[in-house]
Protein backbone atom coordinates (compact mmCIF):
# COMPACT_ATOMS: atom_id res chain seq x y z
CA UNK A 1 0.00 0.00 0.00
CA UNK A 2 1.32 3.23 -1.37
CA UNK A 3 1.60 5.46 1.94
CA UNK A 4 0.31 9.10 2.03
CA UNK A 5 3.06 12.40 1.32
CA UNK A 6 2.90 15.52 3.26
CA UNK A 7 5.20 18.89 2.39
CA UNK A 8 6.08 20.79 5.78
CA UNK A 9 8.36 23.02 7.43
CA UNK A 10 9.53 19.43 8.92
CA UNK A 11 13.02 19.26 10.50
CA UNK A 12 13.62 16.25 9.62
CA UNK A 13 17.43 16.00 11.26
CA UNK A 14 15.12 15.02 14.56
CA UNK A 15 13.91 11.80 15.96
CA UNK A 16 11.05 12.62 17.36
CA UNK A 17 8.70 16.28 17.27
CA UNK A 18 5.52 17.19 17.46
CA UNK A 19 3.12 18.17 14.48
CA UNK A 20 0.95 21.38 15.37
CA UNK A 21 -0.61 22.65 11.77
CA UNK A 22 -4.07 22.47 12.24
CA UNK A 23 -5.35 22.13 8.55
CA UNK A 24 -2.92 18.90 8.83
CA UNK A 25 -4.09 17.77 11.81
CA UNK A 26 -7.83 17.88 10.83
CA UNK A 27 -6.95 15.94 7.75
CA UNK A 28 -5.16 13.22 9.30
CA UNK A 29 -7.51 13.02 12.28
CA UNK A 30 -10.86 13.49 10.46
CA UNK A 31 -10.41 12.62 6.56
CA UNK A 32 -7.70 10.24 6.34
CA UNK A 33 -8.44 8.54 9.78
CA UNK A 34 -5.03 8.17 10.96
CA UNK A 35 -4.19 6.61 14.33
CA UNK A 36 -1.40 5.93 17.02
CA UNK A 37 0.60 3.56 14.92
CA UNK A 38 -0.10 5.03 11.48
CA UNK A 39 2.77 5.36 8.75
CA UNK A 40 3.17 8.25 6.67
CA UNK A 41 5.68 10.04 4.48
CA UNK A 42 7.10 13.62 5.10
CA UNK A 43 8.66 16.09 2.66
CA UNK A 44 10.30 19.04 3.53
CA UNK A 45 10.30 20.12 -0.04
CA UNK A 46 14.11 20.37 -0.73
CA UNK A 47 14.51 16.73 -1.80
CA UNK A 48 14.44 15.20 1.45
CA UNK A 49 11.47 12.91 2.85
CA UNK A 50 11.24 10.67 6.16
CA UNK A 51 9.38 7.76 6.53
CA UNK A 52 7.36 8.48 10.21
CA UNK A 53 5.29 6.97 12.05
CA UNK A 54 2.77 8.67 14.76
CA UNK A 55 3.16 7.88 18.03
CA UNK A 56 1.01 9.90 19.80
CA UNK A 57 -1.84 12.45 18.76
CA UNK A 58 -4.80 14.33 20.29
CA UNK A 59 -7.39 16.22 18.47
CA UNK A 60 -4.55 19.68 18.26
CA UNK A 61 -1.01 17.88 17.45
CA UNK A 62 0.91 14.83 16.55
CA UNK A 63 3.91 13.52 18.06
CA UNK A 64 6.23 12.22 14.81
CA UNK A 65 8.76 9.63 15.31
CA UNK A 66 11.15 9.13 12.25
CA UNK A 67 11.98 5.57 10.93
CA UNK A 68 14.35 6.55 7.87
CA UNK A 69 15.16 9.37 5.89
CA UNK A 70 16.02 9.15 1.62
CA UNK A 71 16.71 11.75 -0.89
CA UNK A 72 13.90 11.85 -3.41
CA UNK A 73 14.70 10.95 -6.69
CA UNK A 74 11.91 11.35 -9.02
CA UNK A 75 12.40 14.93 -9.76
CA UNK A 76 12.94 15.62 -13.46
CA UNK A 77 16.43 16.46 -14.65
CA UNK A 78 15.56 19.51 -16.74
CA UNK A 79 13.98 22.46 -15.42
CA UNK A 80 10.86 24.35 -16.94
CA UNK A 81 8.92 26.95 -16.09
CA UNK A 82 5.21 27.33 -17.09
CA UNK A 83 4.19 30.86 -18.54
CA UNK A 84 0.58 30.67 -18.66
CA UNK A 85 -1.98 33.26 -19.49
CA UNK A 86 -4.49 33.57 -16.91
CA UNK A 87 -7.48 31.45 -17.54
CA UNK A 88 -11.04 31.57 -17.03
CA UNK A 89 -13.01 29.53 -14.42
CA UNK A 90 -11.62 26.46 -13.24
CA UNK A 91 -9.24 25.67 -15.84
CA UNK A 92 -6.60 27.82 -14.20
CA UNK A 93 -6.29 25.06 -11.57
CA UNK A 94 -6.88 22.20 -13.78
CA UNK A 95 -3.21 23.44 -15.54
CA UNK A 96 -1.84 24.18 -11.78
CA UNK A 97 -2.25 20.48 -11.03
CA UNK A 98 -1.85 18.50 -14.12
CA UNK A 99 1.82 20.75 -15.07
CA UNK A 100 2.94 19.59 -11.30
CA UNK A 101 2.47 15.95 -11.70
CA UNK A 102 4.06 16.22 -14.86
CA UNK A 103 7.28 17.77 -13.45
CA UNK A 104 7.18 21.99 -13.91
CA UNK A 105 9.40 23.75 -11.89
CA UNK A 106 7.91 26.76 -11.75
CA UNK A 107 4.41 28.21 -12.76
CA UNK A 108 3.73 32.18 -14.07
CA UNK A 109 0.78 33.34 -14.91
CA UNK A 110 0.69 36.60 -17.24
CA UNK A 111 -1.42 38.96 -18.52
CA UNK A 112 -1.43 39.06 -22.44
CA UNK A 113 -3.73 41.54 -24.59
CA UNK A 114 -6.44 39.05 -24.83
CA UNK A 115 -6.34 37.98 -21.14
CA UNK A 116 -9.62 38.11 -19.94
CA UNK A 117 -9.40 37.31 -16.44
CA UNK A 118 -6.45 39.70 -14.84
CA UNK A 119 -6.45 37.97 -11.25
CA UNK A 120 -5.53 34.54 -9.92
CA UNK A 121 -6.59 33.25 -5.84
CA UNK A 122 -2.87 32.33 -5.12
CA UNK A 123 -4.12 31.14 -1.79
CA UNK A 124 -6.26 28.32 -3.52
CA UNK A 125 -3.41 27.89 -6.24
CA UNK A 126 -1.02 26.81 -3.51
CA UNK A 127 -3.46 24.48 -2.38
CA UNK A 128 -4.27 22.32 -5.17
CA UNK A 129 -0.17 22.84 -6.47
CA UNK A 130 1.06 21.25 -3.08
CA UNK A 131 -1.82 18.28 -2.69
CA UNK A 132 -0.57 17.41 -6.65
CA UNK A 133 3.45 17.54 -5.44
CA UNK A 134 2.42 15.12 -2.70
CA UNK A 135 -0.14 12.91 -4.72
CA UNK A 136 2.37 12.54 -7.49
CA UNK A 137 5.41 12.33 -5.39
CA UNK A 138 7.27 15.54 -6.20
CA UNK A 139 10.52 16.34 -3.84
CA UNK A 140 10.12 19.82 -4.20
CA UNK A 141 6.73 22.04 -4.72
CA UNK A 142 6.76 24.13 -7.97
CA UNK A 143 7.13 28.23 -7.14
CA UNK A 144 4.20 29.86 -7.90
CA UNK A 145 4.38 33.60 -8.53
CA UNK A 146 2.93 36.47 -8.91
CA UNK A 147 1.25 37.79 -12.07
CA UNK A 148 3.39 39.78 -14.81
CA UNK A 149 2.11 41.25 -17.99
CA UNK A 150 3.68 39.54 -21.00
CA UNK A 151 6.35 42.45 -21.28
CA UNK A 152 8.04 41.29 -17.89
CA UNK A 153 7.38 37.58 -18.47
CA UNK A 154 9.55 37.62 -21.51
CA UNK A 155 12.21 39.50 -20.14
CA UNK A 156 12.18 37.48 -16.58
CA UNK A 157 12.64 34.11 -18.78
CA UNK A 158 15.58 35.68 -20.53
CA UNK A 159 17.67 33.50 -18.02
CA UNK A 160 16.51 30.02 -19.55
CA UNK A 161 18.93 28.13 -21.63
CA UNK A 162 15.72 28.11 -24.21
CA UNK A 163 12.01 29.30 -24.42
CA UNK A 164 9.18 28.04 -26.62
CA UNK A 165 6.37 30.23 -27.42
CA UNK A 166 3.21 27.96 -28.52
CA UNK A 167 1.59 28.87 -31.26
CA UNK A 168 -0.02 26.84 -34.45
CA UNK A 169 2.20 28.68 -36.88
CA UNK A 170 5.95 27.97 -35.17
CA UNK A 171 7.91 24.84 -36.07
CA UNK A 172 6.55 21.69 -34.79
CA UNK A 173 8.14 21.35 -31.11
CA UNK A 174 9.48 17.85 -31.94
CA UNK A 175 12.20 19.29 -34.57
CA UNK A 176 13.78 20.53 -31.40
CA UNK A 177 14.49 17.40 -29.81
CA UNK A 178 18.07 16.39 -29.28
CA UNK A 179 18.90 19.96 -28.14
CA UNK A 180 20.91 20.46 -25.05
CA UNK A 181 19.45 22.53 -22.54
CA UNK A 182 18.92 22.36 -18.90
CA UNK A 183 16.65 24.99 -18.22
CA UNK A 184 13.17 26.02 -20.65
CA UNK A 185 10.45 28.34 -20.34
CA UNK A 186 7.30 26.90 -22.06
CA UNK A 187 5.15 30.04 -23.07
CA UNK A 188 0.94 29.36 -23.10
CA UNK A 189 -1.49 32.56 -24.67
CA UNK A 190 -5.34 32.72 -23.55
CA UNK A 191 -8.65 31.65 -24.65
CA UNK A 192 -7.95 34.23 -27.66
CA UNK A 193 -4.49 32.96 -28.56
CA UNK A 194 -1.87 35.79 -29.29
CA UNK A 195 -2.03 38.84 -31.29
CA UNK A 196 0.43 39.53 -34.01
CA UNK A 197 2.44 41.91 -32.03
CA UNK A 198 2.94 39.74 -29.18
CA UNK A 199 4.77 36.86 -31.62
CA UNK A 200 6.87 39.28 -32.97
CA UNK A 201 7.75 40.42 -29.88
CA UNK A 202 8.38 37.12 -28.58
CA UNK A 203 10.52 36.74 -31.94
CA UNK A 204 12.69 40.06 -31.30
CA UNK A 205 13.30 37.71 -27.86
CA UNK A 206 14.71 35.05 -29.81
CA UNK A 207 12.30 32.97 -28.83
CA UNK A 208 11.60 30.01 -30.08
CA UNK A 209 7.62 29.47 -32.08
CA UNK A 210 6.32 26.28 -32.00
CA UNK A 211 3.67 24.20 -32.59
CA UNK A 212 2.33 20.60 -31.04
CA UNK A 213 0.40 19.72 -34.08
CA UNK A 214 -2.31 20.35 -36.72
CA UNK A 215 -5.31 20.03 -34.14
CA UNK A 216 -6.28 23.23 -32.65
CA UNK A 217 -5.33 22.91 -28.30
CA UNK A 218 -7.32 24.52 -25.99
CA UNK A 219 -5.37 26.64 -23.80
CA UNK A 220 -5.14 23.97 -20.72
CA UNK A 221 -4.43 21.44 -22.95
CA UNK A 222 -1.46 23.30 -24.56
CA UNK A 223 0.17 24.50 -21.39
CA UNK A 224 -0.05 20.40 -19.93
CA UNK A 225 0.97 19.32 -23.31
CA UNK A 226 3.95 21.78 -23.80
CA UNK A 227 5.44 21.20 -21.23
CA UNK A 228 5.24 17.46 -20.92
CA UNK A 229 7.13 17.55 -24.25
CA UNK A 230 9.58 20.09 -23.19
CA UNK A 231 10.45 17.89 -19.95
CA UNK A 232 10.37 14.45 -22.33
CA UNK A 233 12.41 16.31 -24.78
CA UNK A 234 15.41 14.72 -25.90
Known amino acids: MRLHRFFGNFD ?3 ERFAVSD ?3 IN ?6 RFEIGSELVLCDGKLNEALARIISFDKNSAEIEILGISKNESEPKRSVALYVSILKGEHAEIVAVKATEIGVSEIVPIISERTV ?3 VRPERLLKVIREAAEQSGRGVIPTLHEPLPLMLALRQA ?3 DTN ?3 HYS ?3 ISNFAGKNFHTAGVFVGPEGGWTGAEIALAKKSDFKIVTLGNLTL ?3 TAAIVGVYSVLRMM
Open 12 to 14: LRK
Open 22 to 24: REL
Open 27 to 32: QWRNVL
Open 117 to 119: KQS
Open 158 to 160: SVY
Open 164 to 166: FFL
Open 170 to 172: GDD
Open 218 to 220: RAE
